[in-house]
């Protein structure tokens, strides 16, 4: 299935950033804020839906100013007195996937969007920018926020879902959060939640870096009940009434399985300090999604599914591409071959000193020979990002190849242990 995930091939600063003091400009605080991507395959917007207070900051408090991966999308947050740069994030999102299907050409949709920002001391000027896979912009909004504003809805003070600490390893401050959150299990299902998150913790943490690395993450796993057990299947005419209202078939795609009501995620999540988010599906049928920085969903009753969840963090937290490929298929729809790829771990050549030719072993041949893949555990290997011609990937296999493949390649491991390290010095 075809994820979005499309994010920047190295870290980098912007120029101009420099190193600023969280106290200086913020409060031990979230503010989260709601917007909706509207438009179509030829015209696009950003509208502002709502701001919310969260009791306390989980995200980064060194790097404000930086991107760890460049992303399809990008939040600047200036001081509104200086015009100063005091925070910036990036993302993927469903709504730009969906701009390349045919129904982006026959009608207009908007989608929900949410993102998790300190919350600021003083007035500041907020940024949204949507990028296409040309890398030109396709849409930009800007506002201002007040932090003392009557109207900035304060969430995760009276009521917060229960949960429990499958992983502690410090403070939300030296770790990086991880909220794994229930999705189609009712109240009397979850001591099952319960033990597939632990599951999910255990296959995460069976895999470099994220095994060697483990006392950088908190994991807590939140009961949110859903009135109905399983999930949606529209091609089965079967809806369920959940807690984030997933289903199957997105974009018609029989295994993909996602969710647009994303405020859903967050409301269930208010109260509880998380950074990142892995949705599990009380159901057996194969499917999922990862989309940078927003969120994983994966079924959690397939065989299949501790490799799968895996992959799909892969894709939300590390900001990863897809390395398979379908035969005979170019789809230049979604990575323009004469365009240098976002992503860490796929290149179309154009710019490939920025990826992975730094740990090229000498001599390797470009692009290197499948019958060459013992010889060249790292190489130049055509297939990826859906495409058969034109896209390299860096290992013959790897996890984010295929379910079957035991870890992640050496360039995928590097690029997760950059994104920890972003978080987490």
């Known amino acids: 299935m075809k994820h979005i995930c499309c994010i920047i091939l190295?870290?980098?600063?912007?120029?101009?950033?420099?190193?600023?003091?969280?106290?200086?400009?913020?409060?031990?605080?979230?503010?989260?804020?709601?917007?909706?991507?509207?438009?179509?395959?030829?015209?696009?917007?950003?509208?502002?839906?709502?701001?919310?207070?969260?009791?306390?900051?989980?995200?980064?408090?060194?790097?404000l100013s930086e991107l760890p991966l460049e992303g399809n999308g990008q939040i600047i947050m200036k001081d509104l007195a200086s015009k100063q740069c005091i925070y910036k994030t990036s993302f993927s999102s469903l709504f730009q996937e969906w701009l390349s299907t045919d129904e982006a050409k026959e009608t207009a949709k908007g989608f929900e969007n949410t993102f998790l920002l300190p919350y600021p001391k003083q007035p500041v000027e907020i940024e949204v920018t949507l990028y296409s896979p040309r890398k030109k912009t396709m849409a930009t909004y800007k506002h201002i926020v007040r932090p003392n504003d009557i109207l900035i809805h304060k969430r995760g003070v009276s009521h917060v879902t229960p949960h429990r600490y499958m992983l502690q390893s410090g403070n939300e401050k030296d770790c990086i959060d991880v909220a794994i959150?229930?999705?189609?299990?009712?109240?009397?299902?979850?001591?099952?939640?319960?033990?597939?998150?632990?599951?999910?913790?255990?296959?995460?943490?069976?895999?470099?870096?994220?095994?060697?690395?483990?006392?950088?993450?908190?994991?807590?796993?939140?009961?949110?009940?859903?009135?109905?057990?399983?999930?949606?299947?529209?091609?089965?005419?079967l809806w369920k009434e959940t807690t984030v209202h997933s289903h199957f078939d997105t974009f018609y795609s029989d295994r993909y399985l996602t969710t647009s009501r994303v405020k859903s995620?967050?409301?269930?999540?208010?109260?509880?300090?998380?950074?990142?988010?892995?949705?599990?599906?009380?159901?057996d049928v194969y499917g999922g999604g990862g989309i940078y920085n927003s969120y994983t969903l994966t079924t959690a009753h397939h065989p299949m599914f501790k490799p799968v969840v895996v992959h799909e963090f892969g894709h939300s937290f590390g900001g990863l591409a897809d390395e398979y490929f379908y035969e005979d298929d170019v789809m230049t729809d979604t990575y323009p071959l004469d365009i240098e790829p976002w992503e860490q771990n796929i290149s179309t050549q154009v710019n490939f000193a920025s990826k992975w030719k730094d740990i090229l072993p000498s001599g390797t041949p470009i692009p290197t020979p499948i019958t060459e893949r013992k010889e060249y555990p790292v190489g130049v290997y055509e297939g990826g990002g859906y495409s058969a011609k034109g896209i390299y990937r860096p290992a013959y296999d790897c996890r984010m190849k295929t379910n079957s493949y035991p870890e992640f390649c050496p360039v995928c491991q590097r690029a997760i242990r950059r994104m920890i390290k972003f978080y987490v010095p």
């Open 181 to 237: 959150l229930a999705e189609g299990y009712t109240e009397k299902e979850m001591d099952i939640f319960y033990q597939d998150a632990q599951y999910t913790c255990e296959s995460l943490f069976s895999y470099e870096p994220f095994r060697s690395m483990k006392g950088k993450f908190n994991i807590v796993a939140v009961a949110s009940p859903s009135t109905d057990s399983g999930v949606s299947v529209p091609r089965e005419n």
């Open 10 to 63: 190295c870290f980098c600063t912007s120029i101009g950033s420099y190193a600023q003091n969280f106290a200086d400009y913020f409060q031990n605080k979230t503010l989260r804020v709601d917007y909706i991507f509207t438009g179509d395959a030829t015209q696009q917007a950003i509208y502002l839906d709502e701001l919310s207070q969260l009791p306390t900051w989980a995200g980064r408090q060194h790097h």
């Open 265 to 283: 995620i967050h409301n269930a999540l208010a109260g509880i300090p998380y950074e990142h988010i892995i949705i599990l599906a009380n159901t």
